[in-house]
């Protein structure tokens, strides 16, 4: 039997970091201004705290109701740790450690190519450099059979992209325009396992990022620095176009049990192509997000608080044939068949429920998030954050930039 971590009305959120610390700041300060919370008549309390890591026994009881993690995709000994609160504590993950781990960038691809999403032709590659093992020479010279890397990228076409088959932080990918670059590349790619992925003309890049039920789609600029990627752009992309990168998002959350989760799509007029889709660490820094940080620091809070306080059962397993029955149901045209999966995605989100309880309970918090961006709280954050994120000689223009977007975002408030 699990022990109980508290009691009913009193809940902890644990925050397992990396080296982030303004978006934690801005959720244990809106967090603690919440308190206290009334749901069915009694008043609850959120508590959060910043998760160490340290030797643990399976054991040991879990004091927390609900962990975000943003640390377990890079380091094993904490993604452990999260296995064994799943299995052991029925700890609530807003992130399935499982699929996290088993179902990267690849699994993904396949995934959504099977429930019928326009996935860019895209193959996978042996390493150029043989895992380090003993065995592996005697499997390699009996078993794998020689190939022409030129005559496979010329099945997927220039211009294409080369990138890890796990991916995470843009690490390794190249845009491959020809043999020279394609040869380059794939040397350079060591011990790393690759795709070759067709490149797509696009009007728009749109990026989607996904907090339990809700999605904001934004227009993404990949080829700019960090701090001008995401455009404040209303409206920019064709309702139905909209419409598919919405259900594509929650498709895959539910699928794979990721309620933090960001995708990347190309379009053109209705046309969508997914290209990304599986960043269960999606960035949401000031200096990222800037114009959009409120919404998502907002919707994070509002997601965990619901789950811990209405006691939201973790579900480590997934149901992928109940996907793919209706993938595979020919009475289904496309429309239908998006239409099934975001009914399938709003049940496994309790999407109503969760409206209700915003609604209600957490009624009061966008004025309390719209009262702390604008306080000289939040704007010394921005300070911190941009002094230990930019040389000095940039100080100023980074607040200047940043004050003014988040300056844009109070007066369309207003």
């Given at each position: 039997?699990?022990?109980?971590?508290?009691?009913?009305?009193?809940?902890?959120?644990?925050?397992?970091?990396?080296?982030?610390?303004?978006?934690?700041?801005?959720?244990?300060?809106?967090?603690?201004?919440?308190?206290?919370?009334?749901?069915?008549?009694?008043?609850?309390?959120?508590?959060?705290?910043?998760?160490?890591?340290?030797p643990?026994?399976?054991?040991?009881?879990?004091?927390?109701?609900?962990?975000?993690?943003?640390?377990?995709?890079?380091?094993?000994?904490?993604?452990?740790?999260?296995?064994?609160?799943?299995?052991?504590?029925?700890?609530?993950l807003?992130?399935?450690?499982?699929?996290?781990?088993?179902?990267?960038?690849?699994?993904?691809?396949?995934?959504?190519i099977?429930?019928?999403?326009?996935?860019?032709?895209?193959?996978?590659?042996?390493?150029?450099?043989?895992?380090?093992?003993?065995?592996?020479?005697?499997?390699?010279?009996?078993?794998?059979?020689?190939?022409?890397?030129?005559?496979?990228?010329?099945?997927?076409?220039?211009?294409?992209f080369?990138?890890?088959?796990?991916?995470?932080?843009?690490?390794?990918?190249?845009?491959?325009?020809?043999?020279?670059?394609?040869?380059?590349?794939?040397?350079?790619?060591?011990q790393?396992?690759?795709?070759?992925?067709?490149?797509?003309?696009?009007?728009?890049?749109?990026?989607?990022?996904?907090?339990?039920?809700?999605?904001?789609?934004?227009?993404?600029?990949?080829?700019?620095?960090?701090?001008?990627?995401?455009?404040?752009?209303?409206?920019?992309?064709?309702?139905?176009?909209?419409?598919?990168?919405?259900?594509?998002?929650?498709?895959?959350?539910?699928?794979?049990?990721?309620?933090?989760?960001?995708?990347?799509?190309?379009?053109?007029?209705?046309?969508?192509?997914?290209?990304?889709?599986?960043?269960?660490?999606?960035?949401?820094?000031?200096?990222?997000?800037?114009?959009?940080?409120?919404?998502?620091i907002?919707?994070?809070?509002?997601?965990?608080?619901?789950?811990?306080?209405t006691?939201?059962?973790?579900?480590?397993d997934?149901?992928?044939?109940?996907?793919?029955?209706?993938?595979?149901?020919?009475?289904?045209?496309?429309?239908?068949?998006?239409?099934?999966?975001?009914?399938?995605?709003?049940?496994?989100?309790?999407?109503?429920?969760?409206r209700?309880?915003c609604?209600?309970?957490?009624?009061?918090?966008?004025?309390?998030?719209?009262?702390?961006?604008?306080?000289?709280?939040?704007?010394?954050?921005?300070?911190?954050?941009?002094?230990?994120?930019?040389?000095?000689?940039?100080?100023e223009?980074?607040?200047?930039?940043?004050?003014?977007?988040?300056g844009?975002?109070?007066?369309?408030?207003?």
């Amino acid at each position: 039997m699990t022990l109980p971590r508290r009691d009913s009305t009193t809940h902890l959120i644990g925050l397992l970091l990396g080296t982030e610390n303004d978006w934690p700041t801005a959720f244990q300060t809106l967090t603690k201004r919440l308190d206290p919370i009334s749901y069915r008549g009694e008043a609850h309390h959120v508590d959060t705290e910043r998760i160490t890591i340290e030797p643990f026994d399976l054991r040991a009881p879990v004091r927390h109701d609900v962990v975000i993690d943003r640390l377990a995709w890079w380091y094993y000994h904490p993604r452990e740790w999260l296995k064994k609160a799943a299995l052991v504590n029925d700890t609530y993950l807003l992130n399935n450690p499982f699929t996290f781990q088993a179902m990267e960038k690849h699994s993904a691809y396949c995934a959504m190519i099977r429930l019928g999403f326009d996935i860019p032709d895209t193959v996978l590659v042996p390493y150029k450099n043989p895992v380090d093992h003993e065995k592996w020479a005697y499997t390699a010279e009996r078993y794998n059979l020689p190939f022409d890397l030129d005559e496979v990228a010329s099945r997927v076409g220039y211009p294409m992209f080369m990138k890890p088959f796990d991916g995470g932080a843009w690490r390794g990918v190249s845009r491959i325009d020809d043999q020279e670059a394609l040869h380059k590349a794939y040397n350079e790619s060591g011990q790393m396992l690759m795709h070759l992925q067709a490149a797509a003309p696009y009007e728009s890049f749109a990026r989607s990022l996904t907090i339990g039920p809700e999605t904001k789609i934004m227009r993404f600029r990949p080829e700019l620095p960090m701090h001008d990627r995401y455009e404040v752009s209303h409206n920019f992309l064709q309702p139905e176009a909209g419409m598919e990168i919405l259900a594509l998002s929650r498709t895959i959350n539910a699928f794979f049990r990721w309620e933090f989760n960001s995708c990347e799509a190309l379009v053109t007029g209705t046309s969508v192509k997914p290209i990304d889709y599986a960043n269960a660490c999606p960035d949401i820094a000031i200096t990222s997000l800037h114009y959009y940080f409120p919404w998502a620091i907002t919707q994070l809070v509002a997601w965990s608080v619901f789950c811990a306080v209405t006691e939201r059962k973790p579900q480590v397993d997934t149901n992928s044939r109940a996907w793919y029955d209706v993938a595979d149901d020919p009475e289904l045209n496309w429309a239908a068949k998006l239409g099934r999966y975001a009914l399938m995605a709003d049940q496994y989100f309790e999407a109503d429920r969760y409206r209700e309880f915003c609604a209600t309970s957490l009624a009061s918090l966008p004025e309390i998030v719209y009262d702390w961006i604008t306080s000289a709280e939040f704007d010394a954050l921005l300070v911190d954050t941009v002094r230990t994120t930019y040389p000095a000689h940039e100080h100023e223009r980074f607040l200047a930039h940043f004050r003014g977007l988040i300056g844009l975002w109070v007066a369309d408030q207003r």
